[in-house]
């Protein structure tokens, strides 16, 4: 099960995208929330995907303790080691404290940072991209702003109980 999400700068307000009965996160001020896939040639797009893992039921990235929070972030390091991935740290959300674990990487396509994080099983990753021209074919690299920007929005993350 994989949901797509795409956000993308614009002059418009802040908007809350609200996966029922899941999570909720709001862009930061100026981007523009879509329940589809954006193509914007000078703003970054930011992808979402859930997929459930049935043996990782009882698991949850935030009340894990530090030896399995370190396997978590190894794990997912090793699927992102053939895309150059590189480990910058963890967002934590901040109403509910949900840790994000947050890599750069590169792949055929160009660079774009990826942060993911698990609970009851469910993955939650979010992919954050600027493509390079009209083309759509390749990313650019994101400005130090559209990073900040990235980690702003994770901050608001907020599970729906």
């Known amino acids: ?12 307000l802040a908007e809350t ?4 009965g899941v999570f909720s996160i ?7 929330v879509a329940d589809s896939l954006l193509m914007n040639e000078s703003a970054p797009c930011v992808s979402i995907e859930m ?5 990782q039921a ?6 894990a303790d530090a030896d399995a929070f370190q396997d978590y972030a190894n794990r997912l ?6 895309r150059s991935g590189q480990y910058l740290g963890v967002v934590y959300s901040t109403d509910s404290s949900i840790p994000f674990i947050l890599i750069g990487a590169s792949d055929a396509s160009g660079p774009f940072l990826y942060a993911e994080t698990m609970a009851r ?7 954050c991209y600027a493509y390079q021209d009209a083309t759509f074919t390749t990313y650019r690299a994101l400005t ?4 900040a920007q990235f980690e702003q929005m994770l901050l608001t993350f907020t599970p729906i109980r």
Do not use: H
């Open 1 to 12: 099960m994989a949901l797509c999400l795409a956000l993308a700068l614009s002059p418009a």
């Open 17 to 20: 995208y609200v996966q029922p």
């Open 26 to 32: 709001t862009g930061p001020d100026g981007w523009s």
């Open 51 to 55: 997929g459930y893992y049935p043996e």
């Open 58 to 63: 009882d698991f949850n990235l935030f009340s």
């Open 77 to 82: 390091l090793v699927r992102y080691a053939d």
């Open 121 to 127: 099983g469910w993955a939650i990753g979010l992919r």
């Open 144 to 147: 130090d702003t559209e990073k």
